[in-house]
């Protein structure tokens, strides 16, 4: 039996290539979609943070006595005759930034206060600032390493 009709004779085809062209638009989308979903599967999920390694200037660029902030890398470095030393200004409190006072360190935040040891004086700082090792690069830099942590009596000599 036969339900055509002359009038709707090609309408049977044009359904048809919709339908197929449809169906080829909706694979290609899925193929595209799964190549996509493939390609930013190789990309990995990485947060690329700066160096905890770094140079800072000569030696001689920082005279006798001097402490200097360096605000970047929130360290102090510290310089008496021919010593150096870096000090984490990152109060062990709460994270704020702390900063030089009359023979210490002082946190603005909750007002711990800190010795020019980083020891703490007064708290809510539960713990002793950071101390960080110095040494010396080959182009004669001071190179502070924020990875390797050292007790407050280790310093570079030079
Ligand atoms: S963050 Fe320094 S005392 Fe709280």
């Known amino acids: 039996m036969?339900?055509?009709?002359p009038d709707n004779k090609n309408e049977l085809?044009?359904?048809?290539?919709?339908?197929?062209?449809?169906?080829w638009l909706a694979g290609a989308f899925a193929v595209a979609a799964s190549a996509a979903g493939a390609v930013r599967f190789l990309v990995p999920n990485v947060l690329f943070e700066p160096?905890?390694?770094f140079k800072a200037g000569k030696p001689d660029d920082y005279p006798d006595g001097s402490v200097t902030f360096m605000e970047d890398e929130r360290i102090f470095?510290?310089?008496?005759?021919?010593t150096?030393?870096?000090l984490s200004a990152i109060c062990t409190h709460l994270g704020c930034t702390v900063n030089r006072a009359d023979h210490g360190y002082h946190c603005p935040c909750?007002?711990?206060v800190f010795d020019e040891q980083g020891s703490v004086k007064s708290g809510p700082a539960p713990r002793g600032l950071e101390w960080f090792q110095v040494t010396l690069s080959k182009?004669?830099?001071?190179?502070?390493d924020k990875n390797q942590r050292v007790a407050a009596d280790k310093y570079l000599v030079l």
């Open 2 to 5: 036969n339900r055509s009709t």
């Open 13 to 23: 085809p044009r359904r048809g290539f919709f339908q197929l062209t449809l169906g």
């Open 51 to 53: 160096s905890l390694r």
């Open 77 to 82: 470095l510290v310089r008496q005759g021919n």
């Open 84 to 86: 150096f030393r870096c």
């Open 110 to 112: 909750h007002g711990s």
């Open 139 to 144: 182009d004669k830099r001071l190179l502070l």
